[in-house]
């Protein structure tokens, strides 16, 4: 199993990104993926994750309404694109995937027991 985030980078604030993550040994059609991140001097935290049963996706904090969660099955990679940005969503953000967990909150507010992460990429919100 590997994942592996890209696309991070300094931004202004109110400014869009979109990140990448690569994946590969297992199927994003029976696993939940979604992403975390962890500010400076933070704890690592759950941003949103899909659902592998439905395509449904759940939220965690501030995320709703300004990230989208999505996938491209044909090129095994999960996006996320990130919109109206604020200097508090400054992280290294992480995708990540676990075999048992179900995309919800024991996967978002326990980050600690998702098996498999990939390295992660920095976004920098800053004027």
């Known amino acids: 199993v590997q994942l592996q985030a890209s696309g991070g980078g300094l931004v202004q604030p109110g400014g869009s990104l979109r990140l990448s993550c690569a994946t590969s040994?297992?199927?994003?059609?029976?696993?939940?993926i979604g992403w975390f991140r962890q500010a400076p001097g933070k704890e690592r935290e759950g941003v949103l994750c899909?659902?592998?049963?439905?395509?449904?996706?759940v939220y965690a904090g501030s995320a709703k309404d300004r990230f989208t969660i999505s996938r491209d099955n044909d090129k095994r990679t999960v996006y996320l694109q990130m919109n109206s940005l604020k200097p508090e969503d400054t992280a290294v953000y992480y995708c990540?995937?676990?075999?048992?967990?179900?995309?919800?909150?024991?996967?978002?507010?326990?980050?600690?027991?998702?098996?498999?992460w990939g390295k992660g990429t920095q976004v920098t919100v800053s004027s």
């Open positions: 990540a995937t676990d075999f048992l967990l179900p995309c919800g909150s024991n996967f978002l507010a326990r980050p600690y027991v998702v098996d498999y």
């Open positions: 040994g297992f199927s994003l059609d029976y696993h939940t």
């Open positions: 899909l659902s592998s049963s439905d395509g449904s996706t």
